[in-house]
């Protein structure tokens, strides 16, 4: 179970992400925020010769066309995964520090009885929409009677013919935290086609499949989407896991690239302590120590950190108390110091011993590029040069494959703006 806390530009996606994927014997997912020249290009041809390759990208990072949906409500038919599914809406939108005041619980459980009704009974989620922009109406009430969960009905009911004003506020702020869902560019990802192949997370952890899940970091992105979608495969990869005798062979890779921008799962602190354990690895990567505890709290980012069984550190470290941590943890030696004296008897010299540290803290924050501390359990902290993927034997087939792919995203995005522009001029 790998972290890595790797500054920009400093080497975590050409010497560890795409590595990693390239190496990988299983099903391998990958979130990411870019597409030209990134991890997505430089993997695609590869992952596509063992297994079928999954794009998800709503927003259109590698402007791929869409080939594929995933159904976001089929973990939701019941209460726990319907507010879960709410719980991936919230942390997209809000830190941890703000996700617990009236509004956002309150908007919370309003989403979340509306993703159960619309699930109990196979309804699009883009009928939630349609239910948040009226909270006046009584169907999702109706529905969740229907299906038993009379008592999620009766709070629902009770929302919704509470005071006028806290009612309009709770709703509001349920549709700001789907509002990615109006665009129907994006939801069409997540809505049932009959006419495209399904994404299915229990069959993919039994698969070599590759899953690329897509988005801008920011306001208005479908990074909710993407949590949601990560969060499916490695809980159904460990359930299918827990079927096949305890782990997954081979097992499943998870890069979360971007993670504390574009996959915000809340509770991964909490997944970490398992998940190795059932054969999914999961490589958290991220841009510095205060960008987790900004994702998921102080407590959170340090259950993560210490659950974790592979720690990466890489240049860039501009936290003065974190680098101070690490210097610590890389611990102290003996120099000895000679001195020399000088007096009317003639020169002396006098040897004696003092601590030090391995690594001061100025030391590690002036790491530079392709330099890591690795900490692992039951080893003393190691220097790594990393050896980044245009380094290896593979790096003749794989450059040319991923400048394909980076031309072929290029023209997919100047044929959009071609379309676009004649569309404009014809109107």
């Not at 196979?122 to 109406?137: C, E, Q």
């Not at 698969?207 to 988005?215: A, E, M, N, V």
């Not at 909490?270 to 505890?293: C, K, W």
């Not at 530079?368 to 359990?377: H, M, Q």
């Amino acid at each position: 179970m790998v972290v890595a806390i790797m500054a920009p530009r400093s080497g975590k996606t050409s010497g560890l992400a795409i590595p990693a994927i390239l190496s990988a014997p299983g099903p391998v997912l990958l979130t990411s925020n870019k597409a030209a020249n990134d991890a997505f290009t430089a993997t695609v041809d590869a992952r596509a010769e063992v297994g079928t390759v999954w794009t998800l990208d709503p927003q259109q990072i590698a402007h791929h066309p869409r080939e594929m949906w995933w159904d976001i409500l089929a973990d939701a038919r019941d209460l726990a995964g319907a507010k879960r599914l709410a719980g991936h809406f919230v942390s997209a939108s809000v830190d941890e520090s703000s996700g617990s005041d009236f509004w956002s619980t309150a908007a919370s459980n309003t989403l979340g009885a509306l993703f159960l009704a619309a699930a109990s009974h196979r309804r699009p989620i883009t009928d939630v929409l349609a239910w948040l922009a009226t909270p006046a109406d009584r169907t999702p009430v109706d529905l969740l009677t229907d299906a038993g969960h009379d008592s999620v009905a009766a709070q629902l009911q009770g929302t919704v013919s509470g005071a006028t004003e806290t009612r309009d506020g709770i709703f509001e702020t349920a549709r700001q935290y789907a509002s990615c869902l109006l665009d129907p560019d994006v939801a069409a990802w997540v809505t049932p086609n009959e006419d495209l192949p399904e994404f299915k997370p229990f069959a993919f952890a039994t698969s070599r499949d590759t899953l690329y899940l897509l988005s801008k970091d920011g306001g208005g992105s479908a990074s909710a989407i993407i949590a949601a979608a990560a969060d499916a495969v490695m809980r159904a990869a460990v359930i299918v896991a827990e079927r096949s005798g305890g782990r997954l062979d081979p097992p499943a890779l998870c890069v979360l690239d971007e993670a504390a921008n574009v996959c915000r799962i809340s509770d991964l602190p909490d997944l970490y302590s398992h998940l190795g354990s059932r054969g999914v690895i999961p490589m958290t990567i991220l841009q510095s120590y205060r960008q987790g505890q900004r994702c998921w709290g102080e407590a959170g980012m340090d259950a993560l950190y210490s659950a974790a069984t592979i720690k990466i550190i890489g240049s860039g470290i501009d936290d003065a108390d974190f680098a101070d941590r690490l210097s610590r943890q890389v611990g102290d030696h003996d120099v000895q110091t000679t001195s020399v004296s000088t007096s009317e008897g003639g020169k002396s010299t006098s040897v004696s011993m003092r601590t030090e540290r391995i690594l001061p803290p100025d030391a590690i924050r002036a790491l530079p590029k392709g330099k890591v501390l690795l900490l692992a359990t039951g080893i003393r902290v190691a220097m790594l040069n990393l050896r980044p993927w245009y380094k290896e034997p593979s790096a003749k087939v794989v450059g040319p494959a991923s400048a394909r792919a980076t031309k072929a995203i290029t023209e997919r995005a100047l044929a959009k703006t071609i379309g676009h522009d004649d569309f404009e001029l014809s109107a």
